[in-house]
């Protein structure tokens, strides 16, 4: 994305609505084949949003979405928005949300280059409304849904409880699982191994189905 890798030179994102139809744009060419979406935390939201644009405008539908460590859209969040704050205050947060290694958090010249990219994450996520929608309900050939909902989530993670990824139940009409696993919010590198086994035996049975 803008601000990272080979575009570092372009200012990243800082609205969901820009954002969302980047992604969508990027990957029309790939979508000619059955797609699934995986995202964690902010990329959670991003992925239901891109999979909501792709449903409104162009009848495509991904055949499982997996969110992980991120409450549902329609529950409004309870934490003062940080993508202002002056910085020392700002590495305080992000240093909270044990996100950034602490190499990283001190390490001024790199946290230069990182800061923009961090700041403009958080206004998508903090300047974001959410539009309610028809649950999604993805059909594929012969008119048979396939596509349900997989969530995530840490045992130990502060920022995003059991019942509000069991809230996200209601963003779908059709198959709909929970897992935790231990770890924090960032359970997906401390449990990186079993998550990935749940989403391959996922993936399988959908190539099966289909």
Same mark, same amino acid.
């Given at each position: 994305?803008?601000?990272?890798?080979?575009? &570092?030179?372009?200012?990243?994102?800082?609205?969901?609505?820009?954002?969302? *139809?980047?992604?969508?744009? /990027?990957?029309?060419?790939?979508?000619?084949?059955?797609?699934?979406?995986? @995202?964690? /935390?902010?990329? @959670?939201?991003?992925?239901?949003?891109?999979? &909501?644009?792709?449903?409104?405008?162009? *009848? $495509?539908? %991904?055949?499982?979405?997996?969110?992980?460590?991120?409450?549902?859209?329609?529950?409004?969040?309870?934490?003062?928005?940080?993508?202002?704050? %002056?910085? %020392?205050?700002?590495?305080?947060?992000?240093r909270r949300l044990n996100g950034t290694?602490?190499?990283?958090?001190? *390490?001024?010249?790199?946290?230069?280059? $990182?800061?923009?990219?961090? &700041?403009?994450?958080?206004?998508?996520?903090?300047?974001?409304?959410?539009?309610?929608?028809?649950?999604? #309900?993805?059909?594929?050939?012969?008119?048979?849904?396939?596509?349900?909902?997989?969530?995530? @989530?840490?045992?130990?993670?502060?920022?995003? /409880?059991?019942?509000?990824?069991?809230?996200?139940?209601?963003?779908?009409? *059709?198959?709909?699982? $929970?897992?935790?696993?231990?770890?924090?919010?960032?359970?997906?590198?401390?449990?990186? #191994?079993?998550?990935?086994?749940?989403?391959?035996?996922?993936? $399988?049975?959908?190539?099966?189905?289909?």
């Open positions: 994305m803008p601000g990272r890798l080979s575009q &570092r030179h372009i200012p990243p994102f800082s609205r969901m609505e820009s954002l969302v *139809n980047a992604i969508a744009f /990027s990957l029309l060419p790939n979508l000619e084949k059955p797609f699934a979406f995986f @995202g964690h /935390s902010m990329g @959670g939201l991003v992925s239901f949003e891109v999979a &909501r644009f792709l449903r409104a405008n162009y *009848n $495509l539908h %991904p055949t499982h979405l997996f969110i992980s460590g991120r409450r549902p859209p329609q529950i409004a969040g309870t934490i003062a928005p940080i993508h202002a704050l %002056p910085l %020392p205050e700002f590495i305080a947060q992000l290694p602490t190499a990283v958090l001190e *390490n001024a010249e790199l946290m230069q280059i $990182l800061v923009p990219i961090l &700041r403009a994450d958080f206004a998508v996520l903090e300047n974001y409304t959410y539009i309610d929608e028809p649950p999604l #309900d993805c059909a594929i050939a012969q008119a048979r849904p396939v596509t349900g909902f997989a969530i995530f @989530g840490g045992l130990e993670d502060k920022e995003v /409880s059991y019942e509000q990824l069991a809230a996200w139940r209601v963003q779908t009409i *059709n198959s709909f699982q $929970l897992q935790m696993f231990r770890g924090d919010h960032f359970f997906l590198h401390s449990a990186q #191994d079993v998550l990935l086994q749940s989403l391959s035996e996922q993936l $399988l049975i959908e190539k099966t189905e289909v």
